[in-house]
């Protein structure tokens, strides 16, 4: 039973990885004001970038340089054309999730490539604690990135300058604006975040845990993260803890069935959606979305 | 939206002045030099993509010159690849239609891939379990259709005026969870599963009887379409006119563009937000029952084929126009016609999506920039008045 136990807590760590990166990205963009439903479009760029950079370079920890490239590169055009251009966050985001399929399908039949994988380290004497020792701490080496990547996040945004102001644009970019922020600018650099670690998050799934680029990997993994910020109500600890549930009720998904148990997997795809929205329901009135969110910022209009 | 402007306590902050309400045009001696630039900057950028998938196809080893020729070949040559076109443009044009309706109530549906797979499943119930004589269980399973799309943009309605959750979030969210409802009555067989006698089934209905197939206009080598296509441009006129010229259609466009105003004048945001919901919905799901009943003619996973999207997409890019979007629709046919005859040339098929998408930015590249432009010339009139009041 506690080898069940083992296995299954490994697979929703390794699953929720993935999510914890760009989970941590798309806070950062939506408390800045962009509800950003092109974080699909990064984690899969980020995902078929990072294989193809360590197919080129024969270098797995340079696949997520990729990653990470590609997603600031998919973020870099949502920003230009929704903070600064003002075209519509979501044609934006829409199209560029259309763009990234696309391209990742077509440079998948075109192009060979054989992509590396990075290595496991396990963390001495720590890993060999019983039942939790492996999931936690034998894991590939980008994961151990979150332990940076968490706090640092969680210092800018709630303890920086910088994150005063992004938190600000998000709520209320017109009193943000007369104070002086450029409101636009911090959306745009909210995004540009976001990009990185969504980029990183889709790199480790191609790179670390599969080790090869399927035709759409992610798989809407980017809306579960989505949903799994909507479900955190919008704080950083919520988000994270909503990715290791929606990691945990993927492989229980996957885990239950091997196990002898039938199981309504319908009811466990849709769960995180459905988990999310209940939380929209039942918490609206304590937990609420920034002021802004998804509305443009443009000075002087109404 | 609706938020931020309800809360503001300032009652002296002016409704938007009424020209708004009407088509925003350009003013004054200039005009027809701002119409020469922005034609121009259309062909600029779309130029400018089509160079990009260009050099993509050139970059790849292929010739860029036979995927146009593929690509026209597909949806624009002959009547047969025409009709193509047109049956890929109705159900673009019924969802966009529906989305047009809801942003013009200040509503941003988003979830129309989930209501277009809800109403096909619904219609799907109707086509396969019901049995009145003639033509009776095709118009039962569209109205099926369009009620279940309105069901599930009704959800999102009541979570919104109930509860105050916002309906971009709640229709996204919903959007997923309706895949799910589609998948779970395909494997079940007492629900829509296929009745196979022999060996595995597939996780897809049983083929629809030809009583409920949408007829075909035309025959096949020569012009042909689907009435599908009738379905969408009545239904996109009847809309359009409802919009512009009855109380209801001002109602509504009045609270998209000023809730405060439009409280203020009696109208009664949840009604007639959740109205504009349901009848978004519901559109959505009549495509859903479209695509089923005059092209799919069975439902698998995947019926929706992204159309809900697309069609969204079509509803932004035509900036809330309903004839624009019946143009864009037509064009967004056709290039998904097209793809269908790129394997031919031994170019993946996904490269229609690429094209797609950097056409679509390429199309809200110049009214972006154009819009910016007057903003700034507008902020600047205003401050040159203040300097000379003072």
Redesign the interface.
């Known amino acids: 039973m506690s080898d069940a136990v083992t296995t299954i807590a490994a697979s929703a760590m390794r699953l929720s990885v993935p999510l914890a990166f760009a989970g941590v990205g798309e806070f950062v963009a939506e408390r800045a004001g962009t509800?950003n439903?092109s974080v699909e479009a990064m984690m899969l760029s980020g995902a078929y970038a990072g294989a193809l950079g360590s197919s080129v370079s024969h270098n797995a920890a340079l696949g997520f340089l990729w990653g990470a490239a590609a997603g600031l590169l998919i973020a870099f055009?949502h920003a230009t054309?929704s903070h600064r251009?003002?075209?519509?966050t979501?044609?934006?985001g829409?199209?560029?999730?259309?763009?990234a399929?696309?391209?990742t399908?077509?440079?998948l039949?075109?192009?060979q490539m054989s992509p590396r994988q990075v290595g496991v380290v396990s963390i001495p004497l720590l890993s060999r604690i019983p039942v939790l020792g492996k999931p936690l701490f034998a894991e590939r080496w980008p994961a151990y990135l979150l332990m940076i990547v968490v706090p640092a996040a969680w210092w800018a945004v709630y303890r920086t300058r910088w994150g005063l102001e992004m938190r600000s644009v998000g709520e209320n970019p017109k009193a943000a604006d007369v104070t002086g922020v450029h409101v636009n600018r911090r959306r745009r650099q909210g995004l540009l975040v976001c990009g990185v670690l969504a980029g990183i998050g889709g790199a480790y799934l191609s790179v670390a845990e599969v080790g090869t680029f399927n035709s759409n990997m992610t798989a809407?993994r980017g809306?579960i993260v989505?949903?799994a910020v909507?479900f955190g109500g919008w704080t950083l600890r919520g988000t994270l803890a909503g990715c290791l549930l929606f990691g945990g009720v993927d492989a229980l998904r996957l885990a239950l069935p091997a196990l002898g148990y039938t199981i309504?997997s319908?009811?466990l795809?849709?769960s995180?959606?459905?988990i999310?929205?209940l939380a929209?329901?039942f918490f609206?009135?304590r937990v609420r979305?920034p002021?802004?969110?998804?509305?443009p910022f443009?000075?002087?209009?109404? | 939206m609706t938020d931020l402007a309800s809360r503001d306590p300032l009652p002296s902050s002016p409704p938007a002045p009424a020209a708004r309400l009407g088509a925003s045009t350009a003013t004054g001696p200039g005009r027809l030099g701002a119409v020469t630039r922005e034609v121009a900057l259309y062909v600029v950028a779309l130029g400018v993509a089509l160079a990009v998938s260009a050099l993509l196809v050139a970059l790849t080893h292929g010739s860029p010159g036979r995927v146009v020729s593929a690509l026209y070949s597909g949806s624009l040559e002959g009547w047969g690849s025409f009709g193509y076109t047109l049956d890929n443009a109705g159900p673009l044009i019924i969802v966009a239609v529906g989305a047009i309706v809801s942003s013009r109530a200040g509503l941003f549906n988003i979830g129309q891939e989930g209501q277009v797979t809800i109403g096909a499943m619904t219609a799907a119930f109707v086509a396969l379990k019901v049995h009145p004589s003639g033509g009776l269980v095709l118009v039962l399973a569209l109205v099926a259709g369009a009620v279940g799309g309105a069901v599930w943009a009704g959800i999102a309605a009541l979570l919104r005026y109930w509860r105050g959750v916002e309906v971009v979030i709640s229709t996204l969210l919903l959007t997923f969870i309706g895949f799910q409802v589609l998948n779970y009555s395909l494997s079940r067989t007492f629900l829509l599963h296929e009745h196979g006698t022999s060996g595995a089934t597939l996780t897809e209905s049983d083929q629809l009887s030809s009583k409920v197939q949408l007829p075909q206009i035309g025959h096949y080598p020569g012009f042909n379409f689907g009435s599908g296509l009738i379905v969408a441009v009545v239904l996109a006129i009847v809309i359009s006119l409802v919009l512009a010229r009855t109380t209801l259609g001002f109602r509504l466009r009045l609270l998209g563009l000023n809730p405060v105003a439009a409280r203020r004048v009696g109208i009664r945001a949840a009604w007639v937000g959740s109205l504009a919901l349901l009848v978004s919905g519901a559109c959505a799901g009549l495509a859903g029952g479209v695509m089923l009943t005059g092209q799919a003619y069975r439902i698998t996973p995947t019926i929706s084929n992204n159309v809900g999207w697309n069609g969204l997409l079509v509803a932004l890019v035509a900036r809330n126009r309903p004839w624009v979007a019946i143009a864009v629709a037509f064009a967004f046919g056709a290039l998904q016609a097209g793809g269908g005859f790129l394997a031919t040339t031994g170019v993946p098929t996904d490269l229609v999506n690429v094209v797609e998408a950097l056409v679509v930015l390429a199309a809200v590249f110049p009214p972006a920039l154009d819009e910016i432009r007057r903003r700034r010339s507008r902020a600047k009139a205003v401050v040159s008045e203040a300097g000379g009041a003072a």
């Open positions: 509800l439903i055009i054309f251009l003002q075209a519509n979501f044609v934006v829409l199209t560029l999730n259309v763009l399929l696309g391209l399908n077509y440079l039949e075109k192009i809407g809306f989505i949903a909507i309504n319908e009811l795809v849709s995180p959606y459905l999310a929205l929209m329901l609206a009135r979305q002021g802004a969110l998804a509305q443009e000075r002087g209009a109404s």
